[in-house]
């Protein structure tokens, strides 16, 4: 896989979360503000030493090449310390930074929006180094969420794709299409459910092509490829507010002329196009 956040790349080592054991002097950290993170530069992570970190909840983030790595999650990362969104960051970083700094923002994502107890409603501690979040009312333990996405590249049977684009996206923008899992569906059925909700489009074959976490805020996408029984397309007019078949040829032409604009390299879903097209698609994204 070569897209960002595709490969872990750290030890989480989950045994050192217990009592703190993982906090030590020469503990590396990384400093957070919702999806953003500090940098050097707007290029590399900054990491700082323990005993210069700002005051804040912490993440132990886990072990690489015997280097211990952690996060501290604060309102907002100070402008000294150069901070760029994740989104923005990621296809840039190596893939060892990366899969640091998706884990902490992921977690810290979740720590956002779940400081209350959804059993109680009581305001929860943190624990287990940031990874468990304790009501101290109820007793009750909450760990962080994940929530499924699929992620589709559909084809016809003259192997042209089909991609949509939604009603907030410029003229000119198209993607895979994609969709969260339902409560007790395969995802198999997502995929099918999705496609047929979004575009009218009946598929058939379903093939798993890879995954990749996507903290903004919390999901999981997961990728595949999927063959069109039907051609007709109906967009729903909600979530799509146009979709078309394109050949190869079209998404070569159409990008390096900027008529077809396709989603950044940091997606997966310019992944899957880039598989289904053969070879690195060119032109600008959006």
Same mark, same amino acid.
């Given at each position: #896989?070569?897209?960002?956040?595709?490969?872990?790349?750290?030890?989480?080592?989950?045994?050192?979360? /217990?009592?703190?054991?993982?906090? !030590?002097?020469?503990?590396?950290?990384?400093?957070?503000?919702?999806?953003?993170?500090?940098?050097?530069?707007?290029?590399?992570?900054?990491?700082?030493?323990?005993?210069?970190?700002?005051?804040? $909840?912490?993440?132990? @983030?886990?072990?690489?090449?015997?280097?211990?790595? =952690?996060?501290?999650?604060?309102?907002?990362?100070?402008?000294?310390?150069?901070?760029?969104?994740?989104?923005?960051?990621?296809?840039?970083?190596?893939?060892? *930074?990366?899969?640091?700094?998706?884990?902490?923002?992921?977690?810290?994502?979740?720590?956002?929006?779940?400081?209350?107890?959804?059993?109680?409603? =009581?305001?929860?501690? @943190?624990?287990?180094?940031?990874?468990?979040?304790?009501? &101290?009312?109820?007793?009750?333990?909450?760990?962080?969420?994940?929530?499924?996405?699929?992620? #589709?590249?559909?084809?016809?049977?003259?192997?042209? =794709?089909?991609?949509?684009?939604?009603?907030?996206? &410029? *003229?000119?923008?198209?993607?895979?299409?994609?969709?969260?899992?339902? &409560?007790?569906?395969?995802?198999?059925?997502?995929?099918?459910?999705?496609?047929?909700?979004?575009?009218?489009? $009946?598929?058939?074959?379903?093939?798993?092509?890879?995954?990749? &976490?996507?903290?903004?805020?919390?999901?999981?996408?997961?990728?595949?490829?999927? /063959?069109?029984?039907?051609?007709?397309?109906?967009?729903?007019?909600?979530?799509?507010?146009?979709?078309?078949?394109?050949?190869?040829? *079209?998404? !070569? $032409?159409?990008? =390096?002329?900027? $008529?077809?604009?396709?989603?950044?390299?940091?997606?997966?879903?310019?992944?899957?196009?880039?598989?289904?097209?053969?070879?690195?698609?060119?032109? /600008?994204?959006?």
């Amino acid at each position: #896989m070569d897209y960002a956040f595709s490969n872990a790349q750290h030890d989480r080592a989950g045994h050192l979360r /217990k009592d703190d054991v993982w906090r !030590t002097s020469d503990v590396r950290v990384l400093l957070i503000g919702g999806e953003h993170v500090a940098t050097v530069g707007g290029q590399g992570l900054r990491w700082i030493p323990i005993d210069e970190a700002p005051e804040g $909840e912490w993440i132990f @983030l886990g072990v690489k090449d015997d280097q211990r790595y =952690a996060a501290v999650m604060v309102d907002r990362v100070p402008e000294a310390y150069e901070p760029v969104s994740l989104r923005m960051i990621g296809p840039t970083i190596a893939p060892d *930074e990366a899969s640091l700094a998706v884990h902490a923002v992921g977690i810290a994502q979740w720590h956002q929006t779940h400081r209350f107890c959804a059993r109680c409603g =009581a305001l929860t501690d @943190l624990a287990q180094a940031g990874h468990v979040r304790i009501c &101290p009312a109820c007793g009750a333990h909450h760990f962080p969420r994940t929530d499924p996405a699929v992620i #589709m590249l559909i084809t016809d049977d003259q192997d042209r =794709a089909v991609l949509g684009r939604q009603p907030v996206w &410029p *003229e000119g923008r198209f993607s895979t299409l994609a969709g969260f899992v339902e &409560p007790g569906e395969t995802l198999d059925d997502a995929v099918r459910r999705e496609v047929m909700e979004e575009v009218g489009i $009946e598929v058939g074959e379903v093939t798993y092509a890879g995954s990749q &976490p996507w903290p903004f805020p919390s999901s999981l996408m997961l990728g595949f490829f999927g /063959k069109a029984v039907t051609t007709d397309i109906r967009v729903d007019k909600d979530e799509i507010a146009e979709a078309r078949w394109f050949t190869r040829e *079209e998404v !070569t $032409e159409m990008t =390096a002329s900027s $008529e077809l604009l396709l989603p950044p390299n940091v997606s997966i879903s310019r992944w899957l196009l880039q598989q289904w097209h053969g070879g690195e698609i060119h032109g /600008k994204w959006a």
